[in-house]
């Protein structure tokens, strides 16, 4: 495949131009060809006739823009234009950059591919200007994206990204202010890169598509994580953007949310690779990242819900009412009172969108929300899977969107766990509808059976677990036994058989919401507690 690369020295085109090596390439920057001179563009590719054109060419000076906005229209809107024709001229597909700029970041819960743009900047109307490429080629894509970081471009005069402007920065300040609004998705020119890759050469139709890490965060918290990763001691004060008057507004809120493409991974991971790359390369002075472990959390909320037909024919189960508020909300509530701060909460592709108008961002609660869809629901283990990229190297603590837990504060279990795996127990009345866990008086694991015929204990195994990330590997190896799914059963047995596998018993009650009865149980249950709550009588339920 013959690739010409356009804007090759800029902070992504370099990136391109290692992930398209194999390739037959040619790269061009504005030495060689000026985006904005129609007839050198026309006559130049003509002579080339490449298979693909990429242009990683752009103006991105926001608040120039606003004084003069000539420039930025010319290379942002003028010059895709002239690429696209030339492209449809040759036969070639043609793949362009746009900007979450283009939304006026009203929308809190982010945007999707399909959401009308409406900029509210003059750079933002040139890159809206840059989807005009549509009317101009017929194999045409656009890629949005956002808040790029990476290395330096090498051109002349290039900036250099909020990463490094960050380090800087905090090698030399005491104190430093930073924007806590204007919410958006950092993304590492490295992914951006590879998805690209994926866009050219697969089989997906001409159109806009969103391409960032997942995971959204205000410029505030993007500080915070650099100056944690690296661990630069700097005091940070969240400010509002009316701190920092600029010429050209900024939306608050302009996360893309990627419907269409595989998704990248999380912003915080992909900030661990950058970091690693310029500690080792360009900064040696930086200090060592940190390796301790933190601890997510997962929700796994995908699923039919089919022991609750005919409700679950309208909504996904764990959007169904539980008293007074939704399903979905006891299990998040589990993990942030055990202080879970990023949680990934995985989905059924058809309620998405409900999920996100319920929690949003999880700004409200001082936590981070991420979703992934689970298109079939495949098992349990496939949420580590799913969830891979956002588990990275860490440990992490998975629910079951169903389960509901009363009076157990899982905050011990979840601090003290270091690494293997860690399940819970609770005695109940008929063990063979569930996992069984069989241990000694020391809390040792002895056996683990799914609903076994005859029990060889009383004690249930709830819909709680607490693994470190070598749980994705093994997740990845379990195939189905007696159903289509995969069971969580080996998961556990599979950390046992390494000899790392312990037992918690929960004090309180448990409830998995999955039936009708079970439904009315738990939520008479709630009820009942608020009303004596609110009469004085918080003996009955401890």
Not at 177 to 183: N, S, T, Y
Not at 238 to 253: D, E, L, Q, W
Not at 454 to 481: F, L, Q, W
């Given at each position: 495949?013959?690739?010409?690369?356009?804007?090759?020295?800029?902070?992504?085109?370099?990136?391109?131009?290692?992930?398209?090596?194999?390739?037959e390439?040619?790269?061009?920057?504005?030495?060689?060809?000026?985006?904005?001179?129609?007839?050198?563009?026309?006559?130049?590719?003509?002579?080339?006739?490449?298979?693909v054109i990429?242009?990683?060419?752009?103006?991105?000076?926001?608040?120039?823009?606003?004084?003069?906005?000539?420039?930025?229209?010319?290379?942002n809107?003028?010059?895709?234009?002239f690429l696209?024709?030339?492209?449809?001229?040759?036969?070639?597909?043609?793949?362009?950059?746009?900007s979450?700029y283009?939304?006026?970041g009203?929308?809190k819960?982010?945007?999707?591919?399909?959401?009308?743009?409406?900029?509210?900047?003059?750079?933002?109307?040139?890159?809206?200007?840059?989807?005009?490429?549509?009317?101009?080629?017929?194999r045409?894509?656009?890629?949005r994206?956002?808040?790029?970081?990476?290395?330096?471009?090498?051109?002349?005069?290039?900036?250099?990204?909020f990463?490094?402007?960050?380090?800087k920065?905090?090698?030399?300040?005491?104190?430093?202010?930073?924007?806590d609004?204007?919410?958006?998705?950092?993304?590492y020119?490295?992914?951006?890169a590879?998805?690209?890759?994926?866009?050219?050469?697969g089989?997906y139709?001409?159109?806009?598509?969103?391409a960032?890490?997942?995971?959204?965060?205000?410029?505030?918290?993007f500080?915070?994580?650099?100056?944690?990763q690296?661990?630069?001691?700097?005091r940070t004060?969240?400010?509002?953007?009316?701190?920092?008057?600029r010429?050209?507004?900024r939306?608050?809120?302009?996360?893309?949310?990627?419907?269409?493409?595989?998704?990248?991974?999380s912003?915080?991971?992909?900030?661990?690779?950058?970091?690693?790359?310029?500690?080792e390369?360009?900064?040696?002075?930086v200090?060592?990242?940190?390796?301790?472990?933190?601890?997510?959390?997962?929700?796994?909320?995908?699923?039919?819900?089919?022991?609750?037909y005919?409700?679950?024919?309208?909504?996904?189960?764990?959007?169904?009412?539980?008293?007074?508020?939704a399903?979905v909300?006891?299990?998040?509530?589990s993990?942030m009172?055990?202080?879970?701060?990023?949680?990934?909460v995985?989905?059924?592709?058809?309620?998405?969108?409900?999920?996100?108008?319920?929690?949003?961002?999880?700004?409200?609660?001082?936590?981070?929300?991420?979703?992934?869809?689970q298109?079939?629901?495949?098992?349990?283990?496939?949420?580590?899977?799913?969830?891979?990229?956002?588990?990275?190297e860490?440990?992490?603590?998975?629910?079951?969107?169903?389960?509901?837990f009363?009076?157990?504060?899982?905050?011990?279990?979840?601090?003290?766990?270091?690494?293997?795996g860690?399940i819970?127990?609770?005695?109940v009345?008929?063990?063979?509808?569930f996992?069984?866990?069989?241990?000694?008086?020391?809390?040792?694991?002895?056996?683990?059976?799914?609903?076994?015929?005859?029990?060889?204990?009383?004690?249930?195994?709830?819909?709680?677990?607490?693994?470190?990330s070598?749980?994705?590997h093994?997740?990845?190896?379990?195939?189905?036994?007696?159903?289509?799914?995969?069971?969580i059963?080996?998961v556990?047995?599979?950390?046992?058989?390494?000899?790392?596998?312990?037992?918690?018993?929960?004090?309180?009650?448990?409830?998995?919401?999955?039936?009708?009865?079970?439904?009315?149980k738990?939520?008479?249950?709630?009820?009942?507690?608020?009303?004596?709550?609110?009469?004085g009588?918080?003996?009955?339920f401890?």
């Amino acid at each position: 495949m013959k690739i010409l690369i356009v804007g090759s020295q800029g902070m992504l085109g370099q990136e391109l131009a290692k992930v398209f090596a194999n390739e037959e390439i040619t790269l061009w920057d504005r030495n060689d060809l000026d985006i904005t001179d129609r007839e050198m563009v026309y006559s130049k590719v003509e002579a080339l006739r490449p298979d693909v054109i990429i242009n990683a060419a752009a103006y991105n000076n926001v608040d120039a823009c606003e004084e003069n906005a000539e420039p930025a229209m010319r290379i942002n809107g003028d010059g895709p234009i002239f690429l696209a024709r030339a492209a449809e001229q040759i036969g070639a597909k043609f793949i362009q950059y746009g900007s979450d700029y283009v939304f006026d970041g009203t929308k809190k819960e982010g945007y999707t591919e399909d959401d009308l743009p409406h900029p509210i900047s003059k750079y933002g109307e040139s890159k809206l200007a840059t989807e005009n490429v549509f009317a101009h080629c017929t194999r045409c894509y656009v890629i949005r994206t956002s808040r790029l970081f990476g290395r330096p471009a090498l051109s002349e005069g290039a900036k250099k990204s909020f990463v490094d402007v960050m380090i800087k920065l905090g090698r030399e300040k005491e104190s430093l202010d930073l924007v806590d609004e204007e919410w958006g998705n950092p993304t590492y020119v490295v992914d951006l890169a590879k998805q690209t890759k994926v866009l050219v050469e697969g089989f997906y139709p001409s159109g806009i598509y969103h391409a960032t890490n997942e995971g959204a965060c205000t410029w505030y918290g993007f500080g915070q994580e650099i100056f944690r990763q690296t661990g630069i001691n700097i005091r940070t004060n969240p400010v509002p953007t009316s701190k920092f008057p600029r010429p050209a507004r900024r939306p608050m809120f302009s996360s893309l949310i990627n419907t269409k493409l595989p998704r990248m991974r999380s912003w915080q991971d992909a900030l661990t690779d950058y970091l690693t790359t310029i500690n080792e390369i360009e900064q040696p002075q930086v200090k060592s990242i940190s390796m301790k472990k933190e601890m997510k959390g997962i929700i796994l909320a995908g699923g039919k819900g089919t022991r609750l037909y005919p409700l679950t024919k309208i909504t996904s189960k764990q959007l169904l009412p539980v008293y007074n508020k939704a399903m979905v909300m006891y299990p998040l509530e589990s993990l942030m009172r055990a202080g879970i701060k990023e949680i990934l909460v995985i989905v059924a592709p058809e309620y998405a969108g409900d999920y996100l108008r319920l929690l949003g961002s999880g700004k409200e609660w001082g936590i981070k929300l991420t979703y992934e869809i689970q298109d079939e629901p495949k098992g349990l283990p496939e949420a580590f899977i799913i969830g891979e990229n956002f588990i990275g190297e860490d440990n992490v603590t998975m629910i079951l969107g169903d389960n509901i837990f009363f009076d157990h504060d899982f905050t011990d279990d979840i601090k003290s766990f270091e690494k293997g795996g860690r399940i819970f127990a609770l005695e109940v009345p008929n063990p063979e509808r569930f996992g069984v866990v069989e241990f000694d008086k020391d809390m040792r694991v002895l056996s683990i059976e799914e609903k076994p015929k005859e029990p060889k204990s009383k004690y249930a195994i709830p819909g709680m677990y607490i693994y470190d990330s070598r749980v994705c590997h093994i997740a990845k190896g379990i195939r189905p036994t007696w159903r289509p799914e995969t069971d969580i059963t080996e998961v556990h047995k599979a950390f046992l058989g390494m000899n790392e596998l312990d037992v918690r018993l929960v004090k309180g009650r448990w409830l998995d919401a999955g039936t009708h009865e079970a439904l009315l149980k738990a939520s008479n249950w709630i009820a009942a507690r608020e009303y004596q709550s609110k009469l004085g009588f918080t003996e009955l339920f401890k």
